[in-house]
């Protein structure tokens, strides 16, 4: 019989949906905003993300349809370029929601715990 122990860790993935069942936040999705914040732009965010432009663009227009809030304020090209920045909601959003993501995590991980070492007991029996 073999006594290897298998290196367990928890993990979970947490999304909020609408009622309609549409993903409206998830962790990729606050990734996302927080890229254009951080490169001021939402080509930039996807070049950083390395996602094409138009799937960056999509995610934020459907955030925005099913959160009913504006999220990013672009801005026209020009000399300069053009840019974009999050709102004053969406920055509240991403602060509540990765507190909230992080509640989650940390209860999850609290609970698994003991339910891990019994799922690890199984492996040793």
């Known amino acids: 019989m ?4 298998p290196p367990f860790s928890i993990h979970i993935n947490i999304w909020l949906e609408t009622a309609e069942g549409e993903v409206a936040i998830s962790p990729w ?3 996302l ?3 254009v914040a ?3 732009s939402i080509s930039a965010a996807a070049k950083a993300m390395h996602i094409q432009y138009r799937l960056a663009w999509q995610r934020i227009h459907e955030m925005e349809e ?3 809030m504006s ?3 672009t801005t026209i090209g020009g000399r300069g ?3 974009a920045r999050l709102t004053p909601q969406a920055q509240r959003l991403i602060e509540h929601v990765r507190t909230m993501f992080d509640a989650i995590e940390a209860c999850a991980q609290e609970q698994g715990v003991a339910q891990l070492r019994h799922l690890e007991e199984i492996f040793h029996s």
């Open 2 to 5: 073999m006594e290897t122990q």
């Open 29 to 31: 999705r606050m990734h």
């Open 33 to 35: 905003l927080e890229t």
């Open 38 to 40: 951080k490169e001021g």
């Open 66 to 68: 099913r959160l009913g």
């Open 71 to 73: 999220l990013v304020e």
């Open 81 to 83: 370029g053009g840019g």
